[in-house]
């Protein structure tokens, strides 16, 4: 059996009498997990053990698997550099598992360091099986950094982590490193939302019953509001686990300081072939774009029809027959907003209406946000199904003259200055308070924070 087990752990630096001095001791159920998984990895003598960081090398497209021979690093960042440590780096594993993602078109592999010493995500575990005696000189290591990509994509890069230690051979056990929601409290460094609490439970559910698909297919949102940062970690765990028989067993979770930290350990039994997540998430996923397909509105497929036509073309579609008298017959400015896993993916708009009919305009609009957003590359044709589309139909702009006028949920905003002029439309994801609104809208446009803007509101009607 190449792959012994893994677990889950967090990482917070407070954990360390040397940095907590003292307030470790609040936590002192993930403390004993800890020291009790520490234990055991210890008498499972791994060759090489896997960590996955989000504080390692991150990109958003892209699986950095650390360099070289050896790293060290220290606890310096957070006032503890007695507390140091040097490990020794798999490289043939970290070449083996590159070569197997170049051949299986998952971008990952060793280019691209950009901060060799061991971080703090790393670190953690590191320390305690330090303490727990593992032999430094005897394992080996192998640290990979997060990447912006999606469920499917991690669990694949997950499969080819254990692939490489089955063909070399290896003994290796895999430690998800992941802090999870970062909003539990009030009083806490990031604050309270809702999802804070719905995220801790969700995730602490689905990894203590090994319930692998409900984990890739968390709701987006949640996530996001949540601000967790461990979530990708355990989706490679997942694929590193991909048809092996799995027993799940929750050791500890605490969200003491407003952050929450879970420690689960794994189990891995023989082959089972029922556990094929990759297979059910692509299921999954086709019966939600169905559903959602068979759930949008008229200005939403419009947009679509559109947007598909000219990917596949890069024709302009002509408009549907039968379409409703709204689109038809009114003139209004709209925006067109694309969403990829949860991502922006694209979003062009008109203020005022630059088309003879709203329904054009929408083709327009659709056009740019899939092939003119500055921010992006054009969508492509393996892309179409995974999009998910908004159409926002604007108000009359009303002039304002106070902050006290707008709303976050219910207006957006127009900022103005000179021949500058920004947009930001209304119940944006992440975007809570007037002040980030108009922050946000003055970036748009290149206005300074500090200079003075003329403001409008508007409403929006949003079909999605």
């Not at 330090?130 to 997060?146: E, H, K, P, T």
């Not at 890069?314 to 038809?328: G, I, Q």
């Not at 308070?433 to 509101?457: F, G, M, P, Y």
Request: aromatic residues 8%.
């Amino acid at each position: 059996m190449s792959i012994l087990g893994a677990v889950v752990v967090p990482h917070p630096p407070i954990i360390l009498p040397e940095v907590g001095h003292g307030e470790e001791q609040k936590i002192s159920a993930t403390t004993q997990a800890y020291e009790e998984i520490s234990r055991r990895v210890v008498e499972l003598k791994p060759d090489t053990i896997i960590v996955t960081s989000p504080h390692s090398v991150l990109y958003a497209d892209y699986f950095h698997i650390s360099p070289g021979e050896r790293a060290t690093g220290n606890m310096s960042r957070f006032g503890a550099p007695q507390v140091k440590l040097e490990v020794n780096y798999d490289e043939l594993f970290a070449q083996k598992l590159s070569t197997l993602a170049s051949d299986e078109k998952i971008p990952a592999g060793i280019l691209g360091e950009r901060n060799p010493s061991l971080d703090h995500g790393t670190m953690i575990p590191l320390r305690f099986l330090q303490l727990a005696g593992l032999d430094f000189n005897r394992v080996n290591f192998l640290r990979i950094g997060l990447s912006g990509l999606n469920a499917a994509t991690h669990y694949k890069f997950g499969q080819l982590i254990a692939r490489a230690a089955d063909e070399l051979g290896r003994k290796i056990f895999f430690v998800a490193s992941g802090d999870l929601s970062h909003k539990l409290k009030a009083d806490g460094p990031y604050g309270i939302v809702p999802e804070g609490a719905v995220f801790d439970s969700q995730v602490m559910d689905n990894l203590s019953g090994a319930k692998f698909l409900r984990l890739l297919t968390m709701d987006e949102k949640i996530c996001s509001r949540a601000a967790e940062c461990g979530l990708r970690s355990f989706w490679i765990m997942a694929g590193a686990l991909d048809r092996k028989a799995v027993t799940a067993e929750k050791l500890s979770y605490e969200g003491t300081f407003g952050v929450g930290y879970g420690i689960v350990w794994f189990n891995v039994g023989d082959a089972d072939s029922s556990r094929n997540f990759d297979v059910q998430l692509a299921d999954f996923k086709r019966r939600e774009t169905a559903r959602r397909k068979s759930n949008e509105d008229a200005f939403v497929k419009l947009a679509r029809h559109s947007l598909e036509t000219f990917v596949k073309t890069h024709r302009v579609a002509k408009l549907p027959a039968n379409l409703p008298d709204e689109l038809t017959s009114k003139r209004a400015g709209a925006f067109v907003s694309l969403h990829k896993d949860g991502n922006l993916r694209g979003c062009i708009g008109t203020i005022m209406a630059t088309q003879d009919t709203l329904a054009e305009e929408i083709l327009q609009n659709a056009i740019s946000a899939c092939s003119r957003d500055p921010r992006f590359e054009p969508v492509t044709v393996d892309e179409l199904d995974d999009i998910e589309y908004s159409v926002d139909v604007l108000g009359e702009p009303e002039r304002i003259f106070s902050v006290k006028d707008l709303d976050v949920r219910r207006y957006g905003v127009i900022v103005e200055n000179g021949n500058r002029r920004g947009l930001l439309l209304p119940d944006l994801e992440g975007v809570d308070t007037v002040e980030e609104q108009i922050a946000i809208a003055k970036r748009k446009a290149n206005i300074r924070a500090d200079e003075k803007v003329s403001l409008w509101r508007f409403e929006v009607i949003r079909h999605h």
